[in-house]
């Protein structure tokens, strides 16, 4: 018997002398685990790092092989301890920044996660002056590190939350680095659709970093970052546009789209408008969830507050309410939300006034929604006229620096009546209209003034070229006569 | 007889063509002296619109109020706060160009189009406006309030 | 009515012997040849000069030569004057047609060798006369303040400023300081409307005077015919009728250039924006502007800018002083040498304006 443990043990010391090293010969699992029982190797055997035959050694330094721990834990030997600080990460990028080493172990792992990490928000701060915020180890543990699918890691989605909510939600921890900073992002994610799935179990819905990233974690007011208002709606997209991965929640997977060509998209993406709304403004961002019916008019009422004001203070509210259409999406529409124009207002098949007020069952409104339609188009079109001539007298040369003014004026309340239409009050739309017709009457005045004098100058021209035509040709003949007369 | 004719018609013909002459002669007189005469007339608006309005005296402006003073061809907005401060901003809201107004229950300066409010400052700090009204520079001296541009 | 008008003329005459003048004109002849369409060009110079005087008056009444109001008092002039456009659009044409009728006068001038003896003096105050047009074409551009004129006005200094020793200090007596500013406008608009005037007044007086004194020069090819069939006209009332006649043609032609294209006024100078592109001196200017840019940078060991300034004040110079080294044609010889300089910058000076005007 004994004969036969020398033989298997000649056996694998070739094999530890062929391979270089075999955990059964590591003295360090063998004295950690087996005599001394800590935590750290007993959570070590579980580690991918321990199945890939890692040793302790690779990480903490000595020589696994002496059997003396004196020799084993020697600094001579190249014995570190337990790494402090930024070490820790940078033992880690030995191995997972090279892809070659990456590629002996069989891994088909990205390389760059210690350097996106160097760029991101937690790897450029600290709160301590010593140390970097956040080490690999902050998230995927030291020891039983396992990979990503693994439901037991905590990177894995269910996961997530909590991990990030380690230090995210503890008040103290974050004070250290920013006292502004919200704490609640854990708790409202679990009033989330997403997140109330994903404590349902379902990997899919989104977790911090679908949004934020892993690695390369910036702050939102990064432009950077994934979350940098104008780089939000391509983010949401990511899953919302993904007809396959979406196909389980039956949900449209248009909004980006329809987003994308609506006046806030325009606003947002193609003239990187930051203070346009991204999908985060009307949803919320931790707490993402489709507003209800209820308070979508305060969601769009936070920018376009006027209008919201006018709203409610209007007949409007009270029939939306029964009716329970919602406030401003009922005429407005939501992610496709067009820039609003004249064409709305009235009874026009294009208008959104008669799709209610019809004239055989509301005749009233039919004929106030008529009358306000053709109080804009009049305003609409003496401010037009009222433009033509001003910049007809402009071409001509004309000084019109006064009936401009007055432009300005008209284009005004046109802008105010779009606002006030909301009150959805016939005299309160009158007054505004009014001001309006005024000011583009004495800008037409005006011009139509400026264009006479052009005019006037040419007649004046012409009068006195006869003139002097006139007075030409007959000195021309009196000349003529002097000299015959010389002759 | 035959001369005596040919001389009366050259004489006709002269005196005619004298006419003209003198006629025209004074209607082109006419002509330059009559924009001439137009020009030296003092216009209605006898100054140069420039780079500076006299208001008023210090006193005929309450505080905590507003007011708008055309400045050339752009409305101002002369606000005087609470505490007494005098300040002038363009008039011109930064969104779309309305012309704002100063808010007494607000304490702000305020756009009607769409409820765009700037500090007494002049920054924008809520609603659409992307940018802080342009300042004016105001001048006491005495009791005289005049509003520059800024240089 | 006739009386009384004869009864002021004899008042006037008991004092004044406007007899005798009248009787001086009537004596003075104009030579009728086939190039006598050269002789009306100074009578039309004078007719402009007499514009630009009144113009130029009625614009002070308004205008106010200051950095902060320039431009806005020439806006105001524009729109809120009545019949302000006109007059300042006639101004400004008409500076432009004065310069232009002064240039054809002064190369009928040289080219009929009306300069020889003894009309040097004539020539001289002439030639003076035309750079003092310049300076009036350089120091009026800057005065509406607009961007154009600030930045060309800023070239046009600099350029002086190249010239070795006497640059510096004339660049910086003609800006009022290191830069265009509106210490620059004050003194340009103190040139344009006292000194350049005053000066030009007392010149226009020598020249008119030596004219009328010394009567019209004859040129040779009038001469060389023989004395009976040289053909003249009186000076009044037939030269000066047809005189009238060209300057009527002439103020009809501003009144319509002013009207169908008003002078522009451009965007008020910022002297801290960027110069916009493609800045060009007025036309006038333009064929020396050109030439410099055609020198390359260094010629030998002399700087090309100062080589092109000097050539030119050295050309301008030998121009001016024709009258003496053209012995030739004062002694009333041939001088065909004259001529093909005279063509020579004539070409030199359309192809340049042209080349200048596309670029």
């Known amino acids: 018997m004994k004969q036969k443990y020398i033989l298997r043990g000649c056996v694998l010391m070739v094999l530890v002398l062929c391979t270089g090293r075999l955990f059964a010969a590591d003295q360090c699992i063998a004295c950690h685990a087996g005599v001394v029982g800590d935590k750290p190797s007993a959570l070590f055997k579980h580690d991918i790092h321990f199945a890939k035959r890692i040793s302790c050694a ?116 974050m004070r250290t680095y920013n006292p502004s900073l919200p704490i609640d992002q854990a708790e409202k994610y679990r009033t989330s659709v997403h997140g109330a799935l994903n404590a349902k179990g379902d990997p899919k819905p989104a977790v911090c970093s679908s949004c934020h990233g892993s690695h390369d974690i910036r702050t939102s007011k990064d432009a950077k970052s994934s979350v940098y208002p104008v780089n ?35 606003a947002l993406l193609r003239k990187h408008d930051v203070g346009a709304p991204s999908c985060n403004s009307c949803h919320g961002n931790h707490g993402a969830t489709p507003p209800g019916v209820e308070s979508v008019s305060k969601v769009c009422g936070t920018c376009h507050a006027l209008n919201a004001d006018l709203f409610s203070a209007s007949p409007h509210k009270k029939a939306f309410d029964d009716r329970k259409l919602p406030e401003c999406e009922t005429c407005h529409s939501n992610h496709e939300i067009v820039t609003a124009t004249d064409t709305l207002l009235g009874v026009a098949p294009e208008a959104v006034c008669s799709r209610c007020h019809q004239e055989s069952q509301n005749p009233k409104g039919y004929a106030i929604a008529k009358t306000m339609r053709q109080l804009n188009d009049s305003l609409a079109l003496s401010g037009s006229v009222a433009t033509a001539l001003v910049n007809e007298a402009e071409q001509k040369g004309m000084e019109v620096t006064e009936a401009k003014f007055k432009l300005r004026d008209a284009r005004q309340a046109h802008l105010q009546m779009r606002t006030m239409v909301h009150a959805f009050n016939e005299d309160k739309f009158r007054e505004v209209i009014n001001k309006g017709m005024a000011a583009a009457s004495f800008a037409k005045v005006e011009a139509k003034d400026a264009i006479d004098e052009y005019y006037f100058r040419r007649i004046g021209l012409g009068v006195s070229t006869l003139i002097i035509t006139i007075l030409s040709i007959a000195l021309f003949l009196y000349i003529r006569r002097i000299e015959k007369k010389q002759v | 007889m035959m001369e005596k004719s040919e001389a009366q018609t050259s004489d006709s013909k002269r005196d005619f063509l004298k006419l003209i002459l003198g006629g025209g002669f004074l209607a082109w007189i006419g002509a330059v002296l009559y924009p001439i005469a137009a020009y030296l007339k003092p216009p209605k608006q006898n100054e140069v619109e420039v780079s500076s309005v006299k208001v008023g005296l210090l006193k005929d402006i309450e505080k905590d109020s507003g007011q708008i003073v055309k400045f050339g061809n752009k409305p101002v907005i002369l606000v005087r706060t609470a505490a007494g401060d005098v300040r002038a901003f363009s008039a011109v809201c930064t969104h779309l160009e309305c012309t704002v107004t100063y808010r007494k229950d607000f304490g702000m300066i305020w756009c009607a189009c769409h409820n765009g409010k700037y500090d007494l400052n002049g920054r924008n700090v809520s609603g659409p406006p992307p940018r802080p009204l342009d300042e004016l520079r105001v001048t006491i001296q005495g009791e005289e309030v005049s509003i520059f541009k800024k240089s | 009515m006739k ?44 007719f402009l000069f007499i514009i630009q005087v009144v113009t130029g008056i009625l614009l002070l009444m308004y205008y ?90 800023k070239v046009g200094t600099e350029i002086s400023g190249a010239v070795p020793v006497i640059g510096k200090p004339i660049m910086e007596f003609m800006r009022g300081g290191d830069d265009v500013t509106g210490a620059t406008l004050s003194r340009l608009f103190g040139f344009h409307v006292a000194v350049l005037p005053g000066i030009f007044t007392v010149l226009l007086g020598l020249h008119l005077l030596l004219v009328q004194r010394q009567g019209m020069s004859e040129p040779s090819h009038y001469t060389d015919q023989p004395e009976r069939e040289r053909k003249t006209m009186p000076f009044f009332p037939n030269f000066f009728l047809r005189d009238v006649l060209f300057w009527l043609v002439v103020l009809n032609l501003i009144a319509i250039l002013a009207v169908f294209f008003p002078w522009e006024l451009g965007v008020k100078a910022d002297p801290f924006a ?50 003496f080294w053209d012995r030739k044609s004062s002694r009333g010889e041939q001088n065909r040498f004259i001529n093909y300089i005279g063509l020579f910058v004539v070409m030199f000076i359309i192809v340049l304006t042209i080349v200048g005007w596309l670029a």
């Not at chain 1, 190249?78 to 070490?87: E, I, M, R, S």
């Not at chain 3, 020439?74 to 500076?95: C, D, E, Y």
């Not at chain 3, 960027?274 to 030998?300: C, D, H």
Request: proline share 5%.
């Open chain 1, 232 to 266: 939000m709606p391509v983010t949401c997209s990511k899953c919302h546009s993904d007809a396959q991965y979406m196909a389980k929640y039956r949900i449209p997977t248009n909004q980006y789209d329809k987003f994308a060509k609506s006046v806030h998209g325009v």
């Open chain 3, 64 to 153: 106010k030569g200051s950095e902060g109001l320039a431009f806005e008092s020439i806006q105001f002039i524009m729109s809120k004057v009545a019949f302000g456009w006109l007059i300042r659009s006639v101004h400004s044409w008409t500076a432009n047609l004065f310069i232009l009728t002064a240039m054809i006068h002064m190369f009928s001038v040289y080219f009929e060798k009306a300069y020889r003896k003894p009309r040097e003096l004539t020539w001289l105050s002439g030639m003076l006369m035309l750079f003092l047009l310049l300076g009036f074409g350089f120091t009026g551009y800057l005065l509406p303040w607009n961007e154009l004129a600030f930045f060309a006005t």
């Open chain 3, 274 to 323: 960027s110069a916009p592109a493609g800045i060009k001196p007025e036309w006038y200017f333009l064929f020396m502007f050109q030439t410099l840019k055609y020198i390359p940078a260094k010629v030998w060991f002399i700087d090309g800018e100062v080589l092109g300034i000097l050539a030119f004040g050295l050309a301008g110079m030998l121009w001016m002083m024709v009258p």
């Open chain 1, 58 to 173: 690779d990480c903490h330094g000595g020589n696994p092989k002496a059997e003396e721990m004196e020799a084993a834990m020697n600094p001579k030997q190249g014995f570190k301890g337990v790494p402090k600080g930024d070490a820790i990460s940078q033992v880690c990028a030995r191995c997972h920044s090279d892809s070659t080493k990456m590629k002996t172990y069989g891994a088909a792992l990205p390389t760059n996660q210690w350097g996106n990490l160097q760029t991101s928000a937690h790897g450029k701060l600290s709160t301590t002056g010593k140390e970097h915020i956040a080490q690999c180890i902050t998230c995927h543990n030291a020891h039983g590190i396992v990979s990503v699918k693994n439901p037991a890691s905590p990177v894995y989605p269910l996961n997530v939350v909590k991990t990030c909510s380690k230090c995210h939600a503890n008040a103290a921890f």
């Open chain 3, 3 to 46: 009386n009384t008008f004869k009864k002021i003329y004899a008042w006037v005459d008991e004092r004044l012997e406007l007899q005798d003048l009248i009787k001086f004109m009537a004596k003075k002849y104009v030579p009728v040849h086939s190039h006598s369409i050269w002789y009306y060009f100074g009578g039309v110079s004078l």
